[in-house]
């Protein structure tokens, strides 16, 4: 069974339905590839699904041990390549105003952060930077 139906809306935009929820993401090319940059091109998708990736497996972590991570946040920069056209880079920077204090916990997140699904499903030419500022 499908999880997602998407379809063409035209001006090099597109639609995507997560069919169990019906919630929808709209994409458009980027200003640098033809497009209007009015959402998130699909790149952009690429780089998102890697931090939330990323978060949810710390999550599963966390709830298991009773850890809040309350005060997590990250930030994304995707870096492109000109020729051929791709994702060169993705830098992940991690920011915890309040984080745990125990460092083995700290440790665990932060290895499963990098190896979550969406990190270990990219090409390996793709370089992950992950800085974890706690």
């Known amino acids: 069974m ?6 063409y809306l035209g001006n090099l935009r597109t639609e995507a339905m997560h069919i169990q929820s019906g919630n929808l993401i ?13 959402a998130f091109s699909p790149t952009d998708l690429v780089c ?12 599963i972590i ?15 920069t995707k870096i492109m390549q000109s020729s ?17 204090q125990d460092t083995a916990f700290l440790q665990k997140i932060k290895n499963a952060a990098r190896t979550c699904p969406v990190a270990l499903s990219l090409d390996p030419a793709i370089t992950q930077t992950v800085n974890f500022d706690f």
Not at 62 to 76: H, K, N
């Open 2 to 7: 499908p999880t997602i139906k998407s379809s």
């Open 26 to 38: 709209i994409t458009d090319a980027p200003v640098d590839n033809n497009g209007k940059g009015e």
């Open 48 to 59: 998102a699904a890697l931090g939330s990736c990323m978060v949810t497996i710390m999550g």
């Open 62 to 76: 966390a709830d298991r041990e009773g850890v809040s991570l309350d005060g997590l946040s990250w930030e994304i």
């Open 84 to 100: 051929p056209r791709k994702i060169q880079e993705v830098v992940v920077n991690f920011t915890w105003t309040n984080p745990a």
